[in-house]
Every structure is written in structure tokens, then in C-alpha cells.
């Protein structure tokens, strides 16, 4: 009788670590702090527009040349777009699948009720569809001009952002969008320190506010910029 051979593999260490939860938990948390690393650098340069045209068109030409002679022209910018779209992908889904997994854990309602969480724990869910659906717009306004309310100027992001905040829907979808990033990263970030290991009953009391802080910075840097072309402040 001829022995039966073994044909199934086992599977890797990379897809066994994915297939669990603290797995999903922990490319959420690597993924949230990449895009929180990028988002404020790129407040930082958001702000150069306080500084007049020359010096924030001057920014969006040097950030095509990051890296020269050693990289090409936009190589590093795309390199960085990259990581960020990866960042982006990864987060989305690892956060979809532990919800699925969450609501396949609990099919029925509780008999008791749960202590209700907090208003940014609730619309974690929504404020990253929210986010998700406002990325989309603001390459296709300010980076493409696909859909631009004005005559977009390549590399004037001067004038792209005054075009943008000149028409009430731009400041609308802009501001909501920021207000639910606030509250993405306010949980987010703690959250993230939990998951890497980094929260401690003591860390807490540090760990809290400062992702507060943070979040807070983050809005308020965003929304000054809509908020001075809506003033006049800049024009």
C-alpha cells in the first residue's frame, strides 16, 4: 500500500502573523503613524502660504527635487507617494477586516448594555470613510486639477488653494474633512500606543494628551488656511 505524502505547507510567518488580530492591530498602528508623520509635514508646508506666493510655489517645486542630483526629478516625491498609498491600502483593510471580524464574533445584540464609548471611538468607522471619500477630491482638486473650481496653475499652489476656498463647498468638504481627521487621530493614536505596547496605566495620563494636543494642532493648522482666504487674510 503506497504511503499517502504530505502536500499541504504550512504557512508563513508573514500570513500567520496577518491572519491574527493583534497582526491587523499592529499594520493599523505602523500605517496610522506613517500617515501621521506625513500629515504633519504637511501641515507644516500647508502654512508656508502665510508666508506670500513665492514662498509656497517655491516649496512645491523644491519637493520635486528632493534628493538631486543622486534622484531624478519627482523621484523622491513619488517614492513618498508610494509609501503613503501602501500606508493608506493597509489601513483601510486591516481595518475593515477587524470590524468584519468583530461583528462576526458578536452576531447577536448584548443582553446588557455596553458603556457607551466616546464620540471619537463611535465614528472611527465613518470618519475613515469620510477621510477615504476626501483624499479622492483633494488629489483630483489640488493635485491633478481634474476638478478644480478655477484655471489650475501647475505648481501655483498659491492660487490653486485661494480657487479652492474661494467657493463655499470647498471650505465645507475641507473643514468636515479636518474636523473628522481631529478625532481619527485623537483615538487613533492612543490606540496605536496600545497596540505597540507603549500605553501603560502611568503612560496614560502622558499618552492622552498628547494625542489630544496633537489632534488639536492638527485642525487648527489645517483650518487656518481656509479660514484666512475666507477672511481675506490671504488673497
Same mark, same amino acid.
Given at each position: 500500500?503506497?504511503?499517502?505524502?504530505?502536500?499541504?505547507?504550512?504557512?508563513?510567518?508573514?500570513?500567520?502573523?496577518?491572519?491574527?488580530?493583534?497582526?491587523?492591530?499592529?499594520?493599523?498602528?505602523?500605517?496610522?503613524?506613517?500617515?501621521?508623520?506625513?500629515?504633519?509635514?504637511?501641515?507644516?508646508?500647508?502654512?508656508?502660504?502665510?508666508?506670500?506666493?513665492?514662498?509656497?510655489?517655491?516649496?512645491?517645486?523644491?519637493?520635486?527635487?528632493?534628493?538631486?542630483?543622486?534622484?531624478?526629478?519627482?523621484?523622491?516625491?513619488?517614492?513618498?507617494?508610494?509609501?503613503?498609498?501602501?500606508?493608506?491600502?493597509?489601513?483601510?483593510?486591516?481595518?475593515?477586516?477587524?470590524?468584519?471580524?468583530?461583528?462576526?464574533?458578536?452576531?447577536?445584540? &448584548?443582553?446588557?448594555?455596553?458603556?457607551?464609548?466616546?464620540?471619537?471611538?463611535?465614528?472611527?468607522?465613518?470618519?475613515?470613510?469620510?477621510?477615504?471619500?476626501?483624499?479622492?477630491?483633494?488629489?483630483?482638486?489640488?493635485?491633478?486639477?481634474?476638478?478644480?473650481?478655477?484655471? &489650475?496653475?501647475?505648481?501655483?499652489?498659491?492660487?490653486?488653494?485661494?480657487?479652492?476656498?474661494?467657493?463655499?463647498?470647498?471650505?465645507?468638504? &475641507?473643514?468636515?474633512?479636518?474636523?473628522?481627521?481631529?478625532?481619527?487621530?485623537?483615538?487613533?493614536?492612543?490606540?496605536?500606543?496600545?497596540?505597540?505596547?507603549?500605553?501603560?496605566?502611568?503612560?496614560?495620563?502622558?499618552?492622552?494628551?498628547?494625542?489630544?494636543?496633537?489632534?488639536?494642532?492638527?485642525?487648527?493648522?489645517?483650518?487656518?488656511?481656509?479660514?484666512?482666504?475666507?477672511?481675506?487674510?490671504?488673497?
Amino acid at each position: 500500500m503506497a504511503l499517502a505524502t504530505r502536500t499541504d505547507k504550512r504557512p508563513s510567518m508573514t500570513r500567520t502573523l496577518w491572519d491574527s488580530t493583534i497582526g491587523k492591530k499592529t499594520v493599523m498602528a505602523v500605517s496610522g503613524l506613517i500617515m501621521l508623520l506625513y500629515l504633519v509635514a504637511h501641515m507644516v508646508g500647508n502654512l508656508k502660504i502665510f508666508f506670500g506666493p513665492e514662498e509656497i510655489n517655491h516649496y512645491a517645486h523644491w519637493l520635486r527635487t528632493v534628493g538631486e542630483p543622486f534622484m531624478h526629478y519627482e523621484w523622491t516625491l513619488w517614492l513618498v507617494r508610494v509609501v503613503l498609498v501602501v500606508a493608506v491600502v493597509a489601513h483601510a483593510t486591516s481595518a475593515y477586516q477587524l470590524s468584519r471580524r468583530d461583528i462576526r464574533a458578536r452576531p447577536t445584540k &448584548y443582553v446588557h448594555k455596553k458603556p457607551e464609548a466616546s464620540f471619537a471611538t463611535r465614528t472611527m468607522r465613518w470618519g475613515g470613510i469620510i477621510l477615504a471619500l476626501f483624499i479622492v477630491w483633494h488629489i483630483l482638486d489640488l493635485t491633478t486639477g481634474t476638478v478644480h473650481p478655477g484655471d &489650475y496653475q501647475h505648481l501655483h499652489p498659491y492660487q490653486n488653494i485661494i480657487d479652492t476656498f474661494s467657493t463655499w463647498y470647498g471650505n465645507v468638504i &475641507y473643514i468636515v474633512a479636518v474636523l473628522a481627521l481631529g478625532l481619527h487621530v485623537r483615538h487613533g493614536l492612543w490606540s496605536a500606543a496600545q497596540t505597540l505596547g507603549v500605553g501603560t496605566a502611568a503612560r496614560d495620563r502622558v499618552l492622552k494628551p498628547l494625542a489630544n494636543g496633537l489632534a488639536l494642532v492638527l485642525v487648527v493648522g489645517f483650518v487656518s488656511v481656509p479660514v484666512a482666504v475666507m477672511t481675506g487674510l490671504v488673497s
